[in-house]
């Protein structure tokens, strides 16, 4: 919707393909339902869904649980490491010891996509301290290159990604390392007019919820290469403009 | 794992909603969704 009304504030035809709003569409058909799920300590599981590939066919839950109703923060994740929505699966009660901090990594193992056939290495879930939550998933695409999130846009202002307190309204976390990609601005800071405003992207593919884009964690694009973009703007005069410019830093 | 750079706005540009609009080259080995931002110009 935002992308078609600035095409028409802008002028612009709409390019033939796959288009963001197909992908919206098509993530919003998941179903966040899971069939067995078992008996959890915890007066409160959290839940979030991880969905793999470009074809978005595996659906993968996570719910956070504790070890005991004392624990204070969650120690224990059961993972649908086959991918059939039964969480009472031998293997997927996985265990984490709390850091220091009340940080914790949960190491889960690598996991082969039942849909590609591909295996994707170093499969985690991070979660931080209780006072400033939110969970993470990240693995390593294809044995490749690590891909995860999911990333806020203004961190200053929101939390990464949480899971939620029942199925239905879990984020979902997309993993999808071999695109087609899109991207997300890293701080949603005004351009300033007459002036250079350094710009910050993500390349990744986007989820449902709020701060559930996922993204390369690593710079994905050969030596030399780097985003290209347009500025569409209008002048005082009312006229539409175009300016060309190239992300080409890393950071 | 982000890619960055300037943007400059040009002075005669109007202040209130712009859009930026993004992809790879063709040599970058990725494909890109057609993608636009939405923008706010400031003076």
Redesign the interface.
Known sequence: M??KS??I??G?SL?P????AD?DQELSRIARRIDKQPKYIAEQPLYGLVVFGPQMKTSVWMVLDKSAPSQSQYDVVYVDLNANADLTDNGERITTVIGEHGESRFKLPDFTDPATGETHTEFSLRCSPQDDAYQMVSVKWNGKQKFGGGYTQNPDKETYSLFASAPHNAPILWLNGD????????Y?E??????????????GVPGVGPSSFC????????EG??????????????EQ?R?A??????? | MLYHGPVRVPEDARDGAAAIELHFSKNAGLESLPTILKVELTK
């Open positions: 935002l992308r600035l095409l504030m802008f612009m390019a393909g796959l288009l963001t992908v695109g087609p990609f899109t991207f997300q601005r890293w949603t005004p351009l300033e007019i007459g002036r250079e405003t350094d710009v910050k992207l993500f390349i993204a390369f964690q690593v710079h994905a694009l050969p290469e780097g985003i290209q973009g347009v500025l569409h703007y209008n002048t005082k005069a009312g403009r300016s410019f190239a992300l080409m830093n890393k950071c």
